[in-house]
């Protein structure tokens, strides 16, 4: 059972910075991916970043410019930096962490999902 755990949102006011850390229970760098997802009320769950086994990373359009997301293997975390965040930004963020297997010709994805901290941009 792999434990995801937020931590550091909050409220802030337009343009302004926060960033998110993300403590995993076991090597960071044993997941295929992680990455940070964000939901608002009545939508689906949407990625925003994600970091691969190999550091190459992908941005939602939205984030592109403002977000980035690093994993720190040493102390088993992976964090969004967001900076001039907007009113839009708002919303619970979720990290995740996808362990991959695969058995014979079938790929298996095993999700994993942090329990969300809500981040509140507004003035």
């Known amino acids: 059972q792999v434990q995801l755990v937020e931590s550091g949102g909050g409220l802030v006011q337009p343009g302004g910075s926060l960033k998110l850390s993300c403590s995993a229970s076991?090597?960071?760098?044993?997941?295929?991916?992680m990455g940070w997802y964000r939901q608002t009320p009545g939508n689906q769950r949407e990625l925003i970043a994600e970091i691969k086994r190999d550091r190459t990373t992908n941005f939602a359009g939205a984030v592109r410019d403002r977000f980035t997301i690093a994993r720190d293997d040493a102390e088993n975390t992976v964090s969004l930096q967001m900076n001039s965040l907007k009113p839009e930004d708002t919303a619970v963020y979720y990290c995740?962490?996808?362990?991959?297997?695969?058995?014979?010709?079938?790929?298996?994805?095993?999700?994993?999902w942090g329990q969300g901290t809500q981040v509140t941009v507004s003035s």
């Open positions: 076991r090597s960071v760098g044993s997941f295929n991916s």
């Open positions: 995740h962490a996808l362990i991959v297997t695969n058995k014979g010709w079938t790929r298996y994805n095993n999700d994993n």
